[in-house]
């Protein structure tokens, strides 16, 4: 069953069976809608076939996103109805809303890690054979530019310019240029170089980063792939793609780094999406003065 023959299914059955309301309608099949949408760019499959992970990302997708709490909130209630209805129906057994949690109205701020857990994570991908290579790269690679998991595995090797230091990356609207700290430029030297020619299936492949099997890599290998070096690092946080992401803005922020400059790097339409880091940097400096402070 498509997504599409599934979205009307549902339709169908909130409106003979339920008597939606037009509004409520509207809203569940908007919030659905662009939940299959979200599949489709990052090759998820379709509705049946979302995992509790990739439900997870789409919620921190929205989150990072800059949605607001109540937009988020409707989003896990539409996706935890919809899923009722598919094990209901028999088209799944269970349903992958689990661990979906309504934000609270003072909206939680992202968790980062601290410059010495960025540095310990960095550090877990052993360069002794392909894939050690290919890890430390595309770690390297996000936490040096702060892109979207989406951006970085829809890179292209002509989206390197190692000799300028920078990726193009294309996001949503447009194509922006973000520069290369030296270590990510000599990791990903050492993978364009010598590892990605014996890991490609083909000579033609354009993808920059691929798989074992020599395509290009998965947004959800890619997240195993996180999942894999947190606990190998022991890092108790739940870190996620988009925890280096936020990583990345809080820490030129807190170097003096201004905000309009974080907007352009990590490619948000709007600079309120971007003002979520100056509220994290100033609740840090707040506890780093509670515990510190002799009379706090």
Known sequence: MTNSECLSKYERYLTDEKRASKNTLNSYLRDIRQFGEYLDANDEGDYVAASEDVL?????????????????????????????????????????????????????????????????????????????????????????????VSELIGLDISDVNLSAGIINCRGRNRVRSIPLYPKAIKALKDYVDFIRPEMIATPGERALFVNVSGERMSRQGFWKIVKSYQMKAGIEKDITPHTLRHSFATHLLENGADLHSIQEMLGHADISSTQIYSQLVKKQLKDVYNKAHPRA
Not at 85 to 111: F, S
């Open 56 to 148: 997870c990302e789409y919620i921190d997708h929205l989150r990072a996103e800059g949605k607001s709490v109540a937009t988020v909130s409707r989003s896990i209630a539409s996706l935890r109805n919809f899923y009722v209805w598919l094990q209901m129906h028999g088209y799944i057994e269970h349903t992958p809303t689990g661990k979906l949690v309504p934000d609270k109205a003072n909206h939680k701020l992202p968790e980062i890690l601290t410059a010495q857990e960025v540095e310990l994570l960095l550090s877990q991908p052993e360069c002794t054979d392909r894939k050690g290579y290919r890890d430390r790269a595309m770690l390297e690679l996000l936490y040096a530019t702060g892109i979207r």
